[in-house]
C-alpha cells in the first residue's frame, strides 16, 4: 500500500512563504510522478505542479516564479516551497503520488489526507 503524510501547511499573511512536506511509504510499490494539488472552496481540484523521479517539474501557470517543487528520491519525499502568496492561494492542498505495484503494470494515484493553506491580505 502507499501511504502519504502532509505537513507544513498554515496561516500566513500575502507575501509570505511556507513549505509544504509529503513522505510516502511504499511496500512494494514504485512511487513515480509525485505532485502537489489543490482545491479551493467551491472549485475543482488542480494540479499545482509536479516532478518526475529524473527531476522534471510542471507548474500551473498561475504559480510559476513563485512555487518551486523538488524531491529527495531516496526519501520518497517531494517539498513544495511557496513564496509570494496571495490570498487566491488560499486552498486545501493534497500530495499526490502515482504508483505501480512491485511487478505490475498499471499505475494508480495515491493521495495524502491535505493540509490547509491560508494566506490572509
Known amino acids: 500500500q502507499v501511504q502519504l503524510v502532509e505537513s507544513g501547511g498554515g496561516l500566513v499573511r500575502a507575501g509570505g512563504s511556507l513549505r509544504l512536506s509529503c513522505a510516502a511509504s511504499a511496500i512494494r510499490f514504485t512511487i513515480n510522478r509525485m505532485g502537489w494539488y489543490r482545491q479551493a472552496p467551491g472549485k475543482l481540484r488542480e494540479l499545482v505542479a509536479s516532478v518526475t523521479t529524473g527531476g522534471s517539474t510542471d507548474y500551473a501557470d498561475s504559480v510559476k516564479g513563485r512555487f518551486t517543487i523538488s524531491r529527495d528520491n531516496a526519501k520518497n519525499t517531494v517539498y513544495l516551497q511557496m513564496n509570494s502568496l496571495k490570498p487566491e492561494d488560499t486552498a486545501v492542498y493534497y500530495c499526490?503520488?502515482?504508483?505501480?505495484?512491485?511487478?505490475?503494470?498499471?499505475?494508480?494515484?495515491?493521495w495524502g489526507q491535505g493540509t490547509q493553506v491560508t494566506v490572509s491580505s
Open positions: 499526490n503520488a502515482q504508483a505501480v505495484r512491485l511487478y505490475g503494470r498499471n499505475e494508480y494515484p495515491y
